[in-house]
């Protein structure tokens, strides 16, 4: 079932095995390096989460793999209203981190997996299944950490994993025995894997017999042989290095990393998907649509913590009643808001392409995820407008503490009576590293893939030639509309075609 933070950290500790770099250097304990330590603290969020009161109801589910309660993050959807409960979860842990908190990719990748593997149970071929199930129940058990790893280093962004000239560029097996396969390449942009227990491994992109070496699904321990994780820079990451308070804002991280194989052993009972080139076009619709769904409660939260440093900030300089200050508030609460709204759209509309498996409504997923590529840009463009250029002015937290500067910087950066020069130190940091950080900033845009793939699911799934149809006809025009029963113009996907097909 379910452990706690604290049993969390105590599992991470030690990592001798795997080789995880950090400017250069290598780190044993992510729990106490300097630069890990923030992100480390923002995944255990997660694993708190189902001891507090405000997320207790949201973060416990109960499995009916192995008859127990499990951390939501395990969690096979069951209903449209988990998925509902995983975006409500999602803001809420926003809050309490004001970074992202790292462990959905895991989450969306067993969802994925399972419905992938269903499918394939369906057509005849259960061992996947089998097996799968199997490991569904050791994570869900042990309540493991888990980061999931999609995105390839992918060379020459026009050829296929099998045409490029670096046979690697895309992560591939490049042996088989009869007790488990070696996979060589490198996932990049990986979230939270230096926090994570398991890494489980997905394709990227959808696949032709050509690339079947490439076309491979498995989780790993992270601490395993041959892994090395390059953990990435982000701005302001050497505040995290200086013992501060204010400057250094412990927690509100997120990390990302380069993830290397380098010939990597896998054991057979971990392996989900060898060779199978024919499901990865729908593993790759299934999971990104998962994910973009997310984005509607983790970026929501972020879109909180901004409204409430704005309006704070506004507070200490004595202008919040000011209208077009007002006016601005607002306009991040409607961003904020619309963001959640479509993500809680993706999942009350969910899509069943097997029985017992819930999946989110792609068309609504997508729109979430590029309302998300789209608002937060524009949710910090008007915070940093209300809080001023002292944004990117303000003094150290060192100046305020040295004696000699202490009480200039105290007349002179307090604003309204009753709020002091650190409180707007403290505000403007934080309202600096969410708004401009990479999990508001940049995640946003490309996190579940660019802008422009969501775009080009938009109009696969519409149904173009039905709208003007029923156009047609109400013009007057010679029309064959055929009304369908389904409430949204839209086309299958690729997943519910495969679902349907003998
Ligand atoms: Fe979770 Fe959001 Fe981070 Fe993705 S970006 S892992 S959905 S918190
Ligand atoms: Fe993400």
Redesign the pocket.
């Known amino acids: 079932g379910l452990r706690t933070g604290e049993q969390y950290l105590e599992a991470i500790k030690v990592r001798n095995k795997a080789e995880i770099y950090v400017l250069g250097k290598e780190v044993k304990d992510v729990t106490t390096h300097p630069f890990l330590k923030p992100s480390v603290m923002a995944f255990k969020a997660t694993f708190d989460a189902p001891w507090e009161e405000d997320t207790k109801e949201l973060a416990r589910a109960w499995s009916p793999f192995i008859n127990e309660e499990v951390n939501r993050f395990n969690h096979i959807h069951r209903s449209p209203e988990d998925l509902a409960a995983k975006v409500k979860l ?1 803001r809420k ?2 809050h309490k981190t004001g970074a ?6 895991g989450f969306d990748a067993l969802n994925t997996l399972y419905i992938i593997t269903e499918l394939m149970a369906q057509k005849g071929k259960t061992e996947p299944k089998e097996k799968f199930v199997e490991y569904l129940k050791t994570v869900q058990k042990k309540d493991l950490a888990l980061a999931g790893a999609m995105t390839d280093a992918k060379g020459v962004r026009t050829q296929k994993p099998s045409q490029q000239k670096n046979k690697d560029a895309y992560v591939r097996v490049t042996e088989v025995t009869k007790d488990g396969i070696y996979v060589s390449g490198a996932k990049a942009n990986i ?2 894997v230096a926090a994570s227990e398991e890494i489980v491994v997905l394709p990227t992109r959808a696949m032709g017999p050509e690339d079947q070496d490439y076309a491979v699904a498995f989780s790993i321990p992270t601490d395993t042989e041959g892994i090395k994780i390059v953990v990435g820079r982000q701005l302001n990451d050497a505040r995290r290095m200086e013992e501060g308070d204010i400057d250094a804002l412990p927690y509100f991280y ?1 990390h990302e990393g380069l993830v290397i194989f380098d010939n990597v052993f896998v054991p057979m009972e971990r392996v989900f998907l060898l060779k199978d080139w024919q499901y990865t076009s729908q593993l790759v619709e299934i999971f990104s649509a998962y ?1 973009r769904q ?2 509607g ?3 929501a939260g972020l879109g909180d913590v901004i409204i409430g440093a704005t309006y704070n900030l506004a507070k200490q300089i004595g202008v919040e009643k000011a209208s077009h200050i007002q006016e601005k508030i607002t306009e991040e609460i409607f961003l904020t808001e619309t963001m959640y709204s479509a993500g809680i759209a993706a999942s009350l509309n969910a899509v069943q392409p097997c029985p017992n498996c819930w999946w989110v409504n792609p068309m609504h997923a997508n729109v979430t995820k590029h309302l998300v590529a789209r608002f937060p840009a524009q949710i910090s463009q008007l915070a940093i407008d209300i809080a001023g250029g002292i944004i990117g002015t303000a003094p150290s937290e060192w100046d305020l503490k040295n004696p000699k500067l202490r009480e200039y910087i105290a007349k002179y950066l307090q604003g309204v009576e009753g709020y002091t020069a650190e409180d707007r130190l403290r505000m403007v940091r934080l309202l600096e590293n969410v708004s401009m950080g990479v ?1 508001f900033m940049i ?1 946003s845009v490309h ?2 893939g660019s802008p422009a793939a969501q775009r080009i699911m938009f109009s696969r799934l519409y149904d173009l030639n039905y709208s003007e149809e029923v156009a047609k006809k109400l013009a007057g025009m010679k029309s064959n509309v055929r009304f369908t029963e389904k409430a949204e113009p839209w086309r299958e996907t690729e997943t519910e075609k495969l679902a349907k097909s003998k």
């Open positions: 999602l842990i926003s992202c908190f790292q462990r959905c990719v979230t939270g997120n994910h997310g984005y409660g983790c970026k999990a995640e996190g579940a």
